[in-house]
């Protein structure tokens, strides 16, 4: 299979940052286009009755995680890389999943550190939905052991 879109969801962390650079020269080798997600998400302990977030919250959390991704897609630039940036607003796994059925997206790909847990923060969705179990299409782990 070429894959043609790839879909990488960052956040930022290390194992992100590893997952970018591996994303970037998979992407240039393939041809493929590509699309860089980052979701800005609230804790459950934020919302208020019946799901509320402060709108100041949210804001902010939508500003720090914007500057995730601009710092994702500078980060490729200077390796000579391109990508489309998607800024959500949600559960992780949820908008990683709708964004790479919208693009129609051949594969997707995130960071994961082995030393950590594993119902992380791209895996696990507010009712326990793993990314593996809903993606739209094939999904590269890229691996950190550190």
């Known amino acids: 299979m070429k894959y043609q879109k790839i879909?990488?969801?960052y956040n930022g962390s290390e194992d992100g940052k590893r997952a970018l650079v591996e994303c970037g020269e998979l992407a240039n080798f393939?041809?493929?286009?590509t699309h860089l997600l980052?979701?800005?998400s609230m804790p459950p302990s934020l919302f208020l009755t019946e799901g509320f977030v402060p709108e100041?919250?949210?804001e902010e959390e939508k500003k720090r995680?914007?500057?995730v991704l601009d710092e994702g897609i500078r980060a490729l630039r200077e390796k000579g890389f391109n990508a489309t940036g998607h800024l959500a607003v949600g559960e992780p796994v949820e908008e990683i999943c709708r964004l790479a059925k919208e693009l129609s997206c051949d594969?997707?790909?995130v960071g994961h550190n082995q030393n950590t847990s594993?119902?992380?923060r791209w895996w696990k969705g507010s009712v326990g939905a793993t990314l593996s179990d809903y993606a739209p299409c094939s999904l590269l782990i890229a691996l950190s052991h550190a």
């Open 7 to 9: 879909l990488l969801a």
């Open 30 to 33: 393939l041809g493929a286009e």
């Open 38 to 40: 980052a979701v800005a």
């Open 56 to 58: 100041e919250l949210l």
């Open 65 to 67: 995680t914007q500057a």
């Open 107 to 109: 594969l997707i790909v």
């Open 118 to 120: 594993f119902a992380a």
